[in-house]
């Protein structure tokens, strides 16, 4: 039996790293991970990483995932917490009214919140990052503090509700924070 569901927002060219690691250790704690997504379909992800020599990051497919739920269906009450995965996707998924709507519900109301790399995006947009620290890949740090968030360069960040890490390689340091906040928000569920 389930702990909880446990919100991951992607869309296309979201990071496989990003939102896989998260994923599958959703399920060694015992929690239901919930892919979500503009339309309910497959999506394709990639991998990125800056070759050597390369100035900007070079980007591979990689696997595809499928969409369990749409942003519009999501009643964020029913869900644990919500996790903000990388890659090209946050840029082009932030303007949905539905993920506003739902990413502003969680962290109003305090719940786990975590994100890697480009997904600082989505909460900025939703102007939920004003004062709070954050890790972000550094390309990002305009998108954050634009928005009145603090860039912090660590490989993990947790401000209250929410924890970040800079990009996959800091899945080792960060989730763990984020996986521990989703472990108290289900004992309190009684869970």
Known sequence: MSRGKVLII???ATETVDTLYPFY?????????????????RYQMVL????????????????????????ADIKPEEYLGI?????????????????IRITQWFFDN???????????EIPARADRVRGRK?????KCKFDLEVCGGIY???????????VSGRTFHDNGHFVKHWIALLEEEAKKRGK
């Open 152 to 162: 912090v360069n660590e490989p993990s960040v947790v401000d209250g509700n929410l």
């Open 25 to 41: 250790r959703l399920i060694e704690a015992g929690m239901e991970p919930v892919i979500a997504a503009p339309e309910k379909r």
């Open 10 to 12: 992607v869309g296309d």
């Open 83 to 99: 996790f903000f995965s990388g890659g090209r996707a946050p840029e082009y998924i932030r303007e949905d009214a539905d993920l």
């Open 110 to 120: 305090n719940k786990p919140c975590g994100s890697v790399c480009h997904g600082v």
């Open 48 to 71: 990125h990483e800056v070759k050597p020599g390369w100035t900007i990051t070079k980007e591979w497919e990689g696997y595809s995932i499928m969409a369990d739920i749409t942003f």
């Open 134 to 138: 954050m890790a972000t890949v550094a």
